[in-house]
C-alpha cells in the first residue's frame, strides 16, 4: 500500500463549507475542490500526519471527524473567530491541564472533535525533523520544459506555473521558462541554469512514452541520470517532473486528470526545497565553520595513494640494492 486518503464527511453542502473553511483557517494546504455528480470533495494536507487506531473501554460517539493537535489554545480562537460553535471545551483556558478537549459543532450536523496538547511534550524521535516550507515569495525559479509531446507538456508547464504562482512567487522576476527541444536536452539546460546561481531551484518537465525499440529506455537512463548528477553537483535543487509512461493515456492523467498534474507536484517539490536548502545552509553555517577550523584540509594536502607509497618505497629499496651488489 502505498498511500492512505482520511475521509471526513460533511452533512450538508454548508457544513462542507465551514469545515474547508476551518481546515484552511489552521493552517492545512489545501488543493483544488473536485466536482462530481453526486460528491463534492477538496484535500488537505497537513504538515504532519498519523493514523491513529484506537480501542476504549468505553467506547464513545464517533464524530464525524477526529483531530489530535498541538496547540489548541490558538486553534480554539481562530475557530471563534470564524464564528463557529465550540461546545464541551472540557479543560477551557487553564494552562495547568495538559489538554484542551472540544467539539466544534456545525449548524448542518457535522461535529469535529478535538484533543489538544498544551504543554510542551518531547516529541518522539521518529518525528523530530527540519522542513522547509511551501512559500516560494523572494525566490526565483527556472522552469525546463521539451517541446516534444507538447501536448502533454505545456499542461505539465501551466500545473507547475499555477503551483508557483499560488505559492506566493513573484509572477514578472520570480520564475523563468526555458524550453528545449526534448527530453535528452533537459539535463544539459538544467545545468547551465544551475551554474549560473541566479535560481533557488530548477523544475525540469517532460514527457517520454514507450515505443517499439530500445529508444525510450536509453533516454529515460539518460535523462534520469544527468538530472540527478546536476542536481548534486552544482547544490541547486532539481524538481524531476518528467513522465515516463507507456502510453498516451497513462500521461493524459498526469498532466491534470484523475492522476494529478505531475508539473504542479514538481514545482511544489521545488518549493519545498529551495526553502530547505536556505534553512539548512542558515543553520549549519556556524557548525560547518567551527568543523573547519578544528580539522585540517585534506583536499589541500596532496596524499600519495598506499598502493603508489608502497611502489616507490619497493623500487627505491631495489635500487639501494644493487647500488651495494656494484
Known sequence: MKWVAITAQAKSAGDFALLTKMLRALGFQADEVEEYKNLRTQIFRPSDLILEVTCRSSPRSNPDLDLTISDPDSAIETIKKIGLEVVDDHSGPDPKHT???????LPGGT???FTGIRLPVP???????????LSSAGKTFAIVVSRFNSFITERLLAGAVDALRRSGVDSDKGYEIVRVPGAFEIPSAARTLAETKKYDAIICLGCLLR?????????VNEVTRGIGQSAQETGVPHAFGVLT?????QAIDRAGLKMGNKGFE??????????LNKGVRGQGSGVRKAAVSRQPSAVSKKQIPPSRSTRRRNDKSIKSSSKKRR
Open 111 to 113: 461535529v469535529v472533535r
Open 211 to 219: 515505443g517499439d525499440t530500445a529508444h525510450y529506455d536509453v533516454i
Open 99 to 105: 489538554g484542551r478537549f472540544f467539539d466544534v459543532r
Open 266 to 275: 514538481a514545482a511544489l517539490a521545488a518549493v519545498e526545497m529551495a526553502s
Open 245 to 249: 509512461c507507456d502510453t498516451l493515456e
Open 123 to 133: 516529541e518522539p524521535a521518529y518525528r523530530s525533523h527540519f522542513e522547509g516550507n
